[in-house]
């Protein structure tokens, strides 16, 4: 089981690790200009000569990033109690949460940047309409699969609707929860990205569209470099806790 799993990191180590180095070969035989194809020597050097000035603009966009996602996990959560709790409320906002999904935030952006301002408020709204939509719909799902038997069981024991949920339907739903989660905070980073592009004072996105508009490509793949990194380590901090989570739960159980 042990050789499987480092075998199964090994490949994709080995592949970038092939992909980089063929890159700086093409780059270096046909003297491509770093203004059209910067070489990953070129990109690092950019990343590190510009390591400063890029943390700092990437701190604005991971601020953004998550009070949008902290704010649309906990709005999922209480749409999703009362999209649970009473069915017109249900019938009312669930085709309305998928008729959102189809406006482009290219589209949108703008519109909120001329209502809010250049600030990181319209960011943070585009990241929760962004991150919202797959919390909640994999929390509906989670809870829609429940076993009736079970609610009839605890429908016998005369349990709340509140102690229902909280001891049955929220464990039993807590996997498609992460789910949508880790779906979402796939999309946060991107979304406030996209929203910078089109509009604002400071962010890794500005950061890019300064440098795209400098020719300065190295400076631009330094930047999706890092913001590449930051969105691996978020999902893989997002799945540590949520195996921890599960394995809680399970314990608890005395699975």
């Given amino acids: 089981m042990k050789k499987s799993i480092n075998t199964d990191k090994l490949y994709p180590v080995l592949s970038i690790i092939t992909i980089i180095f063929l890159w700086q070969i093409i780059v270096d035989l046909n003297n491509i200009p770093k203004y059209i ?29 998550f009070v949008g996602f902290i704010f649309s996990i906990i709005l999922a959560f209480l749409l999703t109690i009362l999209m649970d709790s009473f ?44 991150c919202f939509f797959p919390i909640v719909i994999s929390l509906v799902d989670g809870l829609e699969k429940i076993d009736n038997d ?69 400076k631009v793949f330094a930047s999706i470099l890092v913001i590449m990194v930051v969105s691996i380590l978020t999902i893989y901090i997002i799945d540590f806790l949520g195996n921890k989570l599960i394995h809680w739960k399970t314990k608890k159980k005395g699975v």
């Fill in 37 to 65: 194809l910067p070489s990953p020597k070129g990109i690092a050097l950019a990343l590190k000569d510009d390591f400063h000035l890029i943390i700092t603009h990437t701190k604005v966009t991971l601020y953004e990033s």
């Fill in 150 to 218: 079970y609610l009839r069981l605890f429908k016998t024991m005369n349990a709340s609707k509140l102690q229902t949920f909280y001891h049955l339907k929220l464990p039993y739903a807590i996997v498609h929860l992460l789910s949508g989660i880790k779906i979402a905070a796939t999309y946060m980073i991107m979304t406030a990205v996209v929203s910078e592009w089109l509009g604002g004072e400071s962010g890794i996105g500005v950061y890019m569209v300064r440098a795209k508009n400098a020719y300065a490509l190295d």
């Fill in 87 to 130: 069915t017109i409320i249900k019938k009312s906002f669930y085709p309305l949460l998928v008729i959102s999904q189809t406006i482009p935030t290219i589209a949108i952006a703008p519109i909120f940047i001329i209502w809010f301002g250049f600030g990181t408020l319209p960011k943070i709204i585009m990241v929760i309409m962004a």
